[in-house]
């Protein structure tokens, strides 16, 4: 296997355990724990706003509804210093009404500690009907 081959599974490996960390630490670690997978000047697109900043996101969702978020199949695709992501997900609120689904587009960063989200779109498909 060739010096280039071992990178990029290394890469993808790096990455994917930024996208599984992302619903873990949400619901199981410090909400601050959270916030260290993305750099500081972070872009997270959610219910028709921008939020710009690693300290506006988590200003908002520091708020956000408690549950459970499953992180589906991921496709990664690897840019030399940086990977366009997209993956499926589900989260099932503790109050069924803020349960959704829908993909999560995002850019991700080499920096010097790693992998960091650097954009976030979240695409919903539909609230999931809880009769």
Not at 25 to 50: C, H
Not at 105 to 129: D, E, N
Request: hydrophobic fraction near 40%.
């Amino acid at each position: 296997m060739s010096e280039s081959s071992v990178q990029t599974l290394a890469d993808k490996l790096a990455i994917r355990e930024v996208l599984d960390e992302y619903c873990l630490r949400l619901e199981v670690n410090a909400f601050e724990e959270w916030l260290d997978l993305f750099t500081e000047d972070t872009v997270y697109e959610v219910f028709r706003q921008i939020l710009q900043g690693k300290a506006a996101v988590g200003g908002m969702l520091s708020q956000a509804p408690h549950g459970v978020h499953l992180g589906g199949a991921a496709r990664i695709v690897l840019l030399g210093d940086s990977a366009e992501t997209v993956q499926n997900y589900i989260f099932v609120g503790d109050d069924p009404q803020f349960s959704n689904q829908g993909w999560y587009f995002r850019t991700l960063v080499r920096t010097a500690s790693g992998w960091k989200i650097s954009h976030t779109r979240v695409k919903l498909q539909k609230q999931i009907s809880t009769s």
